[in-house]
């Protein structure tokens, strides 16, 4: 088993009020996640997705910090702070810690279900009047409050505080670029961009291919470990196939054991990763977004970090990668099991994907 416990924060959060929860019965303070009762996932239809070579995101520098794989940024609640809060592309909302609902004495709200990925919880919320990112603000928010802790963070910013945003995550530079995805967009030669379908706000890129099988694949920047479905596992892995055990913790504080193993080949658009290590599981979001049949990835900051930048325009559903150098490179991924062990990424188009 690896030692250290991989953070899942929201890969698929999505709310909503359980019908026999009163806002009148609430306690007066904030309680800690109970189970909740079983529902059918509110799923909503898919819109088209593709890859595009022309996403450039301007607007203003954020200075990012990198914990594990995943970047933290500065956010500001209801004016006080800054906070540091992960940027979580895979959470239908963003979330407070229990420090910050009471330090600023946040009123409750009410409550509701929040389908994590290691549990199904009813969770307190609290009304905040609104979250600062850069020279971004979001008013009027009710707000799960979960132990920092769990999070991994202060907080969390998710689709809330994004769908009108571009967001460019620079693991190099350890930076985030947010722009208001309602300005014109500006083009670059050097890039690759994805155009992606989206559900509830979440991006879904369909030009993805595991050794050779098409599948469908959620940005989750929230998550340090890339989650297949087993629809994909069947489709991908043999009898005799070597399995290892990484722990992972959800943002309610439950702790699961995955299995995961490294297939053969990656294709995002014209980006080839190798060797590349997978965890594999039938987690909540595949069902809430409607991909439990089907091969399905939850694309996490494993992956993710191997890009020197990866751009998000939640609005035209456009994804942008850039690779850190042309040509192919070898790059260690931290969910392996052997830290000697090299995987591999390459472009079919690198001229487009690694411009500086």
Same mark, same amino acid.
């Given at each position: 088993m690896i030692p250290i416990a991989r953070r899942l924060a929201f890969l698929a959060f999505v709310l909503s009020c359980p019908a026999a929860l009163d806002a009148q019965e609430q306690a007066p303070q904030i309680s800690r996640p109970r189970p909740a009762p079983p529902t059918p996932p509110d799923v909503q239809p898919l819109p088209p997705a593709q890859f595009d070579s022309t996403l450039a995101v301007g607007g203003e520098d954020i200075?990012?910090?990198? $914990? +594990?794989?995943?970047?933290? &940024?500065?956010?500001? &609640?209801?004016?006080?702070? #800054?906070?540091?809060? $992960?940027?979580? +592309?895979?959470?239908? %909302?963003?979330v407070v810690g229990l420090?910050?609902?009471?330090?600023?004495?946040?009123?409750?709200?009410?409550?509701?279900? @929040?389908?994590?990925? %290691? +549990?199904?919880? /009813?969770?307190?919320? &609290?009304? $905040?009047?609104? @979250?600062?990112?850069?020279?971004?603000?979001? #008013?009027d928010l009710e707000l799960p409050a979960l132990r920092e802790s769990d999070v991994g963070a202060d907080g969390l910013i998710g689709i809330d505080a994004l769908t009108e945003q571009r967001l460019m995550m620079d693991f190099e530079a350890r930076q985030v670029r947010v722009e208001d995805a309602r300005k014109p967009m500006r083009f670059s030669p050097d890039d690759i961009v994805i155009i992606a379908r989206r559900a509830r706000g979440q991006l879904i890129l369909t030009a993805v291919r595991a050794s050779g099988f098409p599948l469908d694949a959620v940005i989750d920047t929230g998550s340090e470990v890339t989650i297949g479905n087993s629809a994909l596992r069947d489709k991908l892995l043999r009898h005799g196939t070597k399995f290892w055990t990484v722990a992972a913790t959800g943002v309610t504080g439950v %702790?699961?054991?995955?299995?995961?193993?490294?297939?053969?080949?990656?294709? @995002?658009?014209? /980006?080839? @990763?190798?060797? /590349? #290590?997978?965890?594999f599981a039938d987690v909540p979001p595949f069902a809430l977004f409607g991909l439990a049949k089907e091969p399905a990835l939850l694309l996490g900051t494993d992956l993710l970090e191997t890009f020197r930048r990866v751009s998000l325009d939640f609005r035209a559903r456009k994804v942008r990668f850039q690779l850190r150098h042309c040509g192919t490179e070898g790059f260690t991924i931290s969910t392996s099991p052997d830290p000697a062990a090299i995987s591999r990424i390459s472009s079919t188009n690198s001229g487009d994907v690694c411009g500086r």
């Open positions: 200075k990012a910090r990198k $914990v +594990s794989s995943r970047l933290n &940024v500065d956010v500001r &609640v209801n004016g006080s702070g #800054p906070y540091r809060f $992960v940027v979580d +592309s895979g959470a239908d %909302t963003s420090r910050i609902a009471h330090n600023l004495q946040l009123p409750l709200g009410t409550p509701a279900i @929040l389908n994590a990925t %290691t +549990s199904r919880d /009813v969770v307190d919320r &609290v009304k $905040v009047a609104s @979250l600062g990112i850069g020279s971004s603000t979001i #008013p %702790t699961v054991q995955l299995q995961m193993a490294t297939i053969r080949e990656l294709q @995002l658009g014209p /980006v080839t @990763l190798q060797d /590349v #290590p997978i965890a």
